[in-house]
């Protein structure tokens, strides 16, 4: 048995003396570890100190060959500048001088492209040798030309361009005329003019208007490749004249009909309207009262002197039926235009009478009648303008006239919404307007 024992026995102090060994050997290596990671993460370790090394490599990029190809082209533009000509411009494109005189001599008819306005652009499309195969010049309007190369000669044709519409917003102060104001704030003439047509039954623009007067207008702008094309349509305005604001809002109701309305939907186009004159640049100064030139002293004559340049058109204040066109004594070349409702209006002092214009002939509001001059007894050019009711001379100012038809009561609603936008846009011109008064 103890034999057996001390067999069974002997092996253990080998095995204890592993299993030792190898806690020994895993707990020697916590330290190391500990040591370890505590180097990796220790804190405040100065950078400075740390090995840097610069290593650079040589990269080889590929052989790239400039292309050749005969068949590329290229688009450029250049913008006209003042004092620009096709010529130069040709040159500035990069067109070779062979090109250049071939496009030049076929060319040398087309105005448009003689007359080249400043800010717009010459779009081109050539080879890499400089030769010229199209060119195309949008001057404004709804069209642009194009002129391309076939064979060896360039051919003109005009195609449409593609209109985009932008909402435009400006606003002025009134300190000379309507139209340095307008000028000074950016807005085409045919917006100037729309304005004053679409207020003329609330303010007469060659005698009310007065320094410091202001307009906000929001008006559609159409754009071609880009480039400003034409103005459009003026969508909102606001005039204050005098201290006193008019806002008149454009709106198409279902039937097809369009006009424009006050904000609460009352119609701004009356029977007659305020000054039976054309508006022009040429008039848009202030007037002032007139002194008699012949009797040499003041009268209270029963009508409205309009000082204004020879041949400025002449316009009829309401629809109505021409009862005499002709000379008659101090008013020279006048007509006599009768109205509905008892009333008539008298235009007297002309140079012309619209071309064809005759007794008993019908005319609408706006038409132009006739030309201002200086016959019968004047010495200046003037318009001399009568206002009666039932062929008494009036004040039409003080005389109760027919009101137009406002927006039905069915379309309100839709009226509201759809110049919702506008209104929004003149409240806020309106307010960066003053800011610039004060």
Request: proline letters at 6%.
């Amino acid at each position: 048995m103890s034999g057996d024992k001390n067999k069974n026995s002997a092996p253990r102090p080998l095995a204890l003396t592993k299993k030792r060994l190898r806690w020994l050997i895993l707990l020697s290596t916590f330290p190391l570890f500990g040591m370890m990671a505590a180097f990796g993460i220790a804190p405040n370790t100065p950078l400075e100190e740390l090995p840097v090394q610069q290593v650079v490599l040589g990269l080889e990029l590929p052989d790239i060959q400039p292309s050749h190809d005969a068949d590329m082209t290229f688009w450029r533009q250049e913008r006209i500048q003042s004092g620009d000509t096709i010529a130069t411009l040709l040159s500035r494109l990069e067109v070779n001088n062979q090109e250049a005189m071939n496009f030049l001599r076929d060319a040398r008819d087309m105005k448009a492209i003689h007359q080249l306005v400043a800010g717009k652009t010459i779009h081109v499309q050539t080879t890499a040798a400089g030769e010229l195969l199209l060119l195309r010049y949008f001057p404004g309007g709804s069209e642009q030309l194009v002129m391309e190369k076939s064979g060896d000669v360039f051919k003109p044709s005009t195609q449409p361009a593609k209109l985009e519409t932008h909402i435009q917003m400006k606003s002025g102060v009134i300190n000379s005329s309507l139209f340095a104001a307008v000028d000074g704030a950016g807005v085409p003439d045919s917006v100037a003019t729309q304005i004053v047509d679409i207020l003329a039954s609330e303010i007469d623009f060659h005698r009310d208007l007065r320094k410091g007067d202001r307009f906000t207008v929001v008006y559609d702008s159409l754009y071609g490749n880009g480039e400003p094309a034409r103005a459009g349509r003026v969508l909102a305005v606001e005039f204050v004249n005098q201290g006193t604001p008019y806002r008149a809002l454009y709106f198409q109701v279902e039937n097809g009909e369009s006009g424009y309305y006050t904000p609460d939907g009352k119609s701004l186009k009356k029977a007659f309207l305020r000054s039976p004159l054309e508006f022009s640049r040429i008039s848009s100064g202030f007037s002032t009262g007139r002194f008699h030139p012949v009797l040499k002293t003041w009268r209270a004559h029963k009508g409205i002197d309009y000082a204004a340049p020879t041949g400025t058109g002449v316009k009829a204040a309401a629809d109505g039926t021409v009862a005499f066109a002709g000379w008659q004594g101090g008013y020279g070349n006048v007509i006599f235009l009768q109205h509905r409702g008892s009333y008539s209006t008298v235009y007297g002092h002309l140079s012309a009478f619209a071309k064809g214009l005759r007794k008993g002939q019908h005319v609408r509001q706006g038409d132009i009648i006739g030309r201002v001059g200086a016959t019968g007894m004047a010495t200046g050019p003037h318009l001399h303008y009568e206002f009666r009711y039932n062929d008494v001379q009036r004040d039409p100012l003080k005389v109760a006239m027919p009101p137009a038809q406002p927006v039905p009561p069915k379309h309100m609603a839709a009226f509201y919404e759809h110049t919702k936008s506008s209104m929004a846009r003149l409240d806020m011109l309106r307010g960066t307007n003053l800011a610039f008064l004060d």
